[in-house]
Each structure stands twice: as C-alpha cells, then as structure tokens.
C-alpha cells in the first residue's frame, strides 16, 4: 500500500471513531431519532447508524433478492458483445490455392483486413489499400489510376505481369495497338506480334457494387498472382498480362456495405429475405446518380465509364471478364449466351465462349458445385461490359455468382452456402479462365 493511502485510511479509523463516540453521547442523552430535533451531527450524516449498528432482521428477504437480481446478471465480458451461438455450415475454409506459397516481402490481404479475405466483404477503402500495397511490394504490380467516381473515390485497375514487362510497358502497348489495327501491320508483322505478345486478359470486377464477392475474389486473385512463387504462377506471367479492375463500382460497394453495418446483428443471418441480403432501395448496384454502368459503355454519359473506355482502349486487351452475382437462391451463370446475339460479333466469339465454358465447367465439375448456361443472359445490347469490348476485339466472357452478401444463405433444401464459397467461385472462374 502506497504511503499516502496508508495515511488516508489511518484519517478515515479516527474519524469513524470519532464519530462513533459522538452518537455513543447522542444515544445517552435520549437525543437520538426523534423527528425535528435529531442531533445535527446525525443529520448531517444520516446514514451513520446504519453503517456503525445495522438492525437485526433475520428473516429479511433483501439477501434473497439480492442473490436472484445477480443471478439474472450475464457474467461480465468487459464491452465484448456475446459471441453468436454456432451455426451449423457457416464455417467455411477450404484453401482458394491449396498448397500454394508465397513472397514473404508481399503482403497477404489479411494482414490489412484482419480476417481471411472472404470472411465477409472487404470495404471500398480496403480494397484500395490491398491493392496499393501488392504494387509497392510485388516486382509483378503496376497500380493505374484511371479516374475518380461522383463521390471522389478512386478508380485504378492492377497490371500484373513480369517485371520484364513491366518495365517496357509502353512499348507493349504500342505492340499491342499496332496487333489490334489492320490497316497498319503487315501480315507478316501481325504473325510476328501475335508470336512474340503476351496475351492481355481484362478482369472486371463488380460494376454493380453490390454485388460484393467479384471484389473479394479480385483480391485474393491479385495477390496469388503478385506474390505466388509456384511454377504455375511464373508460367502464367510468361504468356498473360492480367489486368485486374477489382472495384468497378466504389460508390455502390460502399452504400451496400453501409446498410448491410446498419441491419446485421450478432447472430448471422441466413434468410436471403432480410435486409443483409435484399439490400435498401436504392441499393449498390448504381453509382452516385444511380446509374447501372453496365448500360452505359456504349453512351458513356459517367465519369467511371468515360476513364475504362479510355482505360481500355490503351491495352487492346484479348480477353475480357465481367464478374457479377445474381439472385440468392440461384447457382452459378457462366457463357455463351443466349439469343439475341449482336450480328456484328465475329463468327469465331460463340466458339472461344464455348471453350472458355467447357474450362470453367470442368473446375466446377471437380468441387462438385452447380451451374448453368446459355441462359437468360443474352450478347445482343453493346452497352454491356464484355460485349461492348467483345466488339472491340476481345473475347467477352461473364460470370454470374448467387449473391450470398455476408454471412450465409440457407438454401430450399437445408444446406448453406457462405459468403467465403461464393468469394471461392469467382476465384476458381477467373483461374479457369
Ligand atoms: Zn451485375
């Protein structure tokens, strides 16, 4: 005990005993408890007899109330919440690259969120630091900006490739743009381009930003791709630019996030009727002005679409991806699709959509996980993000993933399905791809 509280207890005994003999000389004197003229050192203190003589009541039923009241107390957890009671087929934790190892000096997307990527969705602002620190880590990353949305957040897309590459970027998209023209290159010259250029492969992640797993999946693909050391990686490289988009719609993703913060509670929420997972009108999937973005490729009437289209036409890219989720309850949506398709499309896009499929079907067939296609999506309106590229050259492809939000969906037949699988699926298409 520090000396000074030695000395404050020791004031506090005298004074107890002070007063103690002052109610002893009340109490003789018939002065104590009678109305108006109690003794003015007791009513100055009037809690003292209580404290120095409490009565006697043996059958006083305060102790028992007492005990029930603390009883009915939770145990103390300091101002943790309760943890949520165990929910039968949330957890999920199959590995998105079994076995795969990577860079040390890289960082790995957890180590930003706190959490695996895929535990639940990775905010605008998350996103944006994953990203900015795989291209001031990885060899492999070069960061572009390409605009700024209505609401002043950034644009930028992930160029990942060799460091050789990299470091002759502008030289490779000369090559590139002189490949997509015919009217400047020879035969001989495009044989010779299309011999020695690395293909360039466009991801597009969730232009409607509430379509939240495409983002996530972008950035546990980003950093595989940044930081894998496998062989498989390296191979990739050699042959493919990837191009990664992974926040197409900031704006939207940060307004879905925000009710989703606003409506969750401690316990997950598996009904795909509840706000978590029906969203508030109006909803992520529009920018700031609440225009859907995968209409307006061809009018480019946004400040986003505007920097992609310039974006875009720098790289002339082979390959480009739209990554989407549809309806809770639904599977998995991958091309070709279906009628009406744009007459102006070349005979040869319906054949590379099949075998892109047949791909992608095999990865799908080897987890045992559902899917269609050739379904309701159809390749006729050119404001769509792959078709207005498709007509631009690409291949145009899209994936449509069952839109699980956070936490999990419980399924007409019982089982569950996880916002970490649904993150799992947009990375094994872009990987089959
Ligand atoms: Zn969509």
Known sequence: MPPWRFHLRARRLEEVHSERAEFDRVKSAGQLCTGPTRHPSLHRRPNLRMRLFPPARPHSIRPLLLGTLLALVPPAHGQAPLPPSPLSGLA??????PGARYEAAVPAPEAVLGFPVGTRPATPAQIERICRALAEKSPRVRLVSYGTTHQGRPLF???????????????LKADLAQLADPRTVTA??????????????????????????????????????????????KALLESLVVI???????????????????NRTGQPSVDDQSM???????SGRTNHYLFDMNRDWLWATQPETRGRIRAVSEWHPHYFME???MGAQ????FMPAREPVNPNLPATAKAWEERFARDQAAAFDARGWRYYTGEWNENWYPGYSASWAALRGAIGNLYEQAGIVT????RPEGTLESYRESVHKQVVSTMAN
């Open 92 to 97: 999920y934790d199959v590995p998105y690259f």
């Open 157 to 171: 897309y992930l160029v990942i490739a060799t460091p050789a590459q990299l470091a002759r970027l502008d030289a």
């Open 188 to 233: 001989a010259e495009g044989d010779r381009l299309a011999a020695t250029l690395p293909a360039v492969a466009w991801m597009a992640y969730a232009i409607h930003g509430d379509e939240l797993s495409a983002g996530d999946g972008a950035l546990a693909v980003a950093h595989h791709l940044a930081a894998g050391t496998g062989d498989d990686v």
């Open 244 to 262: 990664i988009d992974p926040l197409m719609n900031p704006d939207g993703r940060e307004r879905c996030l925000t009710v989703v913060a606003q």
């Open 276 to 282: 978590l997972h029906t969203d508030a009108w109006p």
């Open 323 to 325: 990554g989407h989720e």
């Open 330 to 333: 639904d599977t998995f949506l």
């Open 407 to 410: 936490d999990a969906v419980r």
